[in-house]
């Protein structure tokens, strides 16, 4: 791809950069009455407010042309028609597909309508759901399924845990009528044991959930927890204990799962963007079927707004776009995302692996260096617990931190002052890291709250902000399956809008194989005492300093 700094959007907007960097928002918003409703989106009960970044009309408009001269929409056209985007691996990435509605017509991956595929994926997540919910199925002892161990990492974990945790009703699990959940994503070993030690074999079951079914933590984790199992039941309750959500169905038959038990994943699915496929089985399972295809129609409604709307009107297209003038035009070096409400606490972790491991790539599709972009780092916590823990960076730090701010209007929590003072929170901290507090403002606060002049003098350059951060505030109406489906593939659609503009493919990962080979070669070495692999003398002598540990303390 020719080099993007080099296209005539991309010289535009560096110009238009020079005369606004000097620009305070204060001052773009003094003066502007409607500059809110005119730099907002709404969909449905999802609002999105972009009027607290450093962007003027013309921003957006150089924006959008930056957008057309990347050919957004001809890559956008592309992923729906399920062409092989995903070229160093030849594969489509339709994840539309996933929530594609029983009804809405074929949908071709590399030519190969799929929605039959998906159809029946779904049909058989309804069916063993409502088997387990219902007491029907039963296990290798005839006793009916109180806890799921979902084993999984990355992609085959985070989707779930997150959405699980997101939409469990407030109150006792059991008044939900499912299962308790577990989630096993590491392979240190305290993880599994403290989930298993207080479960009883007869009453639980296991998800295995890898689209390789090579990955090597849930691999190790499947065949402690099968251990675990078969030491109490015998080798025959794997049949009535054990699921699989694999593209793999050699490895998962190999494991002795059967296919009954067996979901498919495609190829044409990427692990960061599977939560819509039988990985959010543990959504199923936890909340009920209806509830997941409640997810999946919400994210159906943002496919269909990201499909249809002009680019100016289309909240992924200018979410990314956004994003690229902070990190590539303001010199942002992270994005935290801040979601307001503490059953998103898996959201930031979930949008890190999703931003990180689609867009923090160095190449380009074809293998060229890139000259802009790309990902930056994602972090987050839930306000207002994030607000005592890293938000005097946010406000006085050296380095500019774009934020995603994010909110229900409407809290499962009834009564008490609890929302208010939630989104108050919201509200003051997006107004302050737009506005900052200037020295008169600062000296006059201080005067008022009667801090003597001595400690004025000393204090005022601290209390000073200077503001001009820039922020996203999405207000949902509630947070429910519907609006947390159409908030997940906003995010998803904006990797992907980036990732076009920046030239690259957001559906591989060549950067986690080198780590994962050298772990295996270096845990030959830890396990048989082979020869080490070559590496560094620190590398050589960490390895050495464990095994003369191991071998003192056996
Ligand atoms: O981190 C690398 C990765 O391949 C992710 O992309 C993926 O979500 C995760 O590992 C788990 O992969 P699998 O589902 O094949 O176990």
Not at 76 to 89: C, H, P
Not at 307 to 314: M, T
Not at 381 to 405: E, K, M, N, S, V
Request: charged share 25%; with cysteine; net charge negative.
């Amino acid at each position: 791809m020719a080099s993007l700094k080099r296209t005539a959007a991309w010289k535009a907007l560096a110009a238009h950069h020079k005369k606004i960097s000097t620009t305070h928002m204060r001052d773009l918003f003094a003066g502007d009455d409607n500059r809110f409703d005119r730099l907002s989106l709404g969909l449905g009960g999802l609002f999105l407010d972009y009027s607290k970044n450093l962007i003027s009309d013309d921003t957006v408009a150089l924006l959008i042309d930056l957008a057309r001269q990347t050919d957004v929409e001809g890559w956008r056209q592309r992923m729906f028609d399920g062409e092989i985007l995903n070229n160093t691996e030849s594969r489509a990435a339709l994840h539309v597909a996933l929530r594609h509605p029983d009804d809405g017509g074929p949908m071709m991956a590399a030519g190969v309508d799929v929605m039959p595929d998906v159809r029946a994926n779904r049909d058989k997540m309804r069916t063993v759901t409502e088997a387990i919910r219902s007491g029907d199925w039963k296990g290798a002892t005839g006793e009916k399924i109180n806890a799921i161990v979902h084993i999984g990492t990355g992609g085959s974990h985070l989707g779930p845990e997150m959405v699980t945790e997101a939409l469990r009703p407030l109150g006792p699990p059991e008044a939900n009528g499912g299962p308790e959940m577990h989630f096993v994503s590491n392979v240190d070993g305290v993880q599994i044991a403290g989930v298993l030690e207080g479960l009883s074999p007869e009453t639980t079951l296991f998800i295995a959930a890898s689209k390789t079914f090579t990955t090597e933590e849930t691999i190790t984790n499947a065949r402690t927890a099968k251990d675990w199992l078969v030491a109490a039941l015998g080798e025959e309750a794997t049949l009535r204990h054990f699921i699989a959500i694999s593209g793999n169905a050699k490895a998962v038959a190999n494991f002795g799962i059967p296919d009954d038990n067996t979901f498919a994943l495609w190829d044409w699915v990427g692990g960061r963007y599977s939560v819509c496929s039988a990985i959010g089985l543990p959504i199923a399972l936890s909340l009920g079927m209806d509830t997941f295809e409640e997810l999946l129609r919400g994210a159906h409604d943002m496919d269909c707004h990201f499909r249809d709307s002009p680019l100016e009107k289309n909240m992924p297209v200018i979410l990314g776009l956004i994003g690229i003038w902070n990190i590539d035009f303001l010199d942002a070096q992270a994005l935290a995302i801040l979601p307001y409400d503490e059953g998103l606490r898996g959201l930031p972790n979930y949008l890190r692996q999703l931003e990180m491991e689609s867009n923090g790539k160095a190449l380009d599709r074809d293998g060229n260096p890139v000259d802009a972009g790309t990902a930056t780092v994602v972090f987050g916590d839930p306000g207002t617990r994030g607000q005592h823990a890293f938000y005097q960076a946010l406000h006085q730090g050296r380095q500019r931190i774009a934020c995603d701010f994010i909110a229900p209007m409407e809290s499962r929590h009834k009564g008490g002052s609890h929302h208010d003072r939630l989104l108050a929170n919201f509200f003051a901290q997006t107004e302050a890291l737009m506005a900052g507090r200037t020295s008169d403002e600062a000296q006059a606060a201080m005067v008022l709250r009667g801090v003597p002049e001595t400690e004025r003098k000393k204090q005022l350059p601290h209390r000073v902000f200077e503001g001009n951060r820039p922020t996203n505030s999405i207000l949902l109406e509630r947070l429910d399956a519907f609006s947390l489906g159409q908030l997940i593939a906003l995010y998803e659609h904006k990797a992907f809008v980036q990732a076009a503009i920046w030239g690259l493919n957001p559906f591989d990962q060549w950067g986690v194989e080198w780590g994962k080979e050298l772990a295996t070669q270096i845990l030959e070495t830890l396990e048989t005492g082979a020869t080490a692999p070559k590496t560094c003398a620190s590398t050589t002598g960490l390895i050495d300093r464990y095994k003369s540990w191991k071998a003192k303390n056996r």
